[in-house]
């Protein structure tokens, strides 16, 4: 099976599914990460995401953040 496939089937899942999915694929690959990490900093990404789940914050559209940052180096 072809990665564009395996993207088209999975586009295809309930939202539910596909985020069970993209938990998944994520632990499999922040194990490896984990294991190079300062404590602190990997229990601070803990927390943050924990917050991103609860609702407690809301994320920021990464367009939304690129124009911001493009507004601020054409502004130095």
Same mark, same amino acid.
Request: glycine fraction near 2%.
């Given at each position: 099976?072809? #990665?564009?496939?395996?993207?088209?089937?999975?586009?295809?899942?309930?939202?539910?599914?596909?985020?069970?999915?993209?938990?998944?694929?994520?632990?499999?690959?922040?194990n490896?990460?984990?294991?190079?990490?300062?404590?602190?900093?990997?229990?601070? #990404?803990?927390?943050?995401a924990?917050?991103?789940?609860?609702?407690?914050?809301q994320? #920021?559209?990464?367009?939304?953040?690129?124009?911001?940052?493009?507004?601020? #180096?054409?502004?130095?």
């Amino acid at each position: 099976m072809s #990665i564009d496939q395996l993207t088209a089937e999975a586009l295809a899942l309930p939202p539910e599914e596909r985020e069970t999915l993209v938990q998944t694929l994520q632990e499999s690959l922040s194990n490896e990460e984990e294991e190079h990490m300062d404590p602190e900093y990997l229990h601070e #990404i803990q927390r943050r995401a924990e917050e991103m789940r609860a609702g407690v914050v809301q994320g #920021i559209p990464h367009e939304e953040v690129m124009r911001e940052v493009q507004r601020i #180096i054409e502004c130095d």
